[in-house]
């Protein structure tokens, strides 16, 4: 199985920048798909970006021209860059992979615990 270990986000101003890591460790063939959703108070978890693991991106229209989403392979690592932040950025955040246990086993879905990414006006 699959662990996420996120690390990151906290407190910013409006029009500022947060960083978002998240780490995947265990036991698995490999990493698919990573990426990142946020979950707002009374609102349903939504996704911000999606990488696969040949490079290709995909934002949410909201997050697009000021958030960038990066991984790398070896490491198993997905980052978020944050720029621009505004108060609808204001979520908890959760860290996303799909990964294969083996050739034949490849629908597995794991989640981080989640970090505050709160942004003051």
């Known amino acids: 199985q699959v662990q996420l270990v996120e690390s990151g986000g906290g407190v910013v101003q409006a029009g500022g920048s947060l960083g978002l890591s998240c780490a995947a460790g265990?036991?698995?063939?490999?990493?698919?798909?990573m990426g990142w959703y946020r979950q707002a108070p009374g609102k349903q978890r939504e996704l911000v970006a999606l990488i696969t693991r040949g490079g290709s991106e995909n934002y949410a229209d909201s997050v697009k021209d000021r958030f960038t989403i990066s991984r790398h392979n070896a490491r198993n690592t997905v980052d978020l860059q944050m720029n621009a932040l505004k108060p609808e950025d204001t979520a908890v955040y959760y860290c996303?992979?799909?990964?294969?246990?083996?050739?034949?086993?490849?629908?597995?879905?794991?989640w981080g615990q989640g970090t505050q990414v709160t942004v003051v006006s």
């Open positions: 996303y992979a799909n990964f294969a246990l083996s050739l034949w086993d490849t629908s597995g879905k794991a």
């Open positions: 265990g036991k698995f063939y490999n990493i698919g798909s």
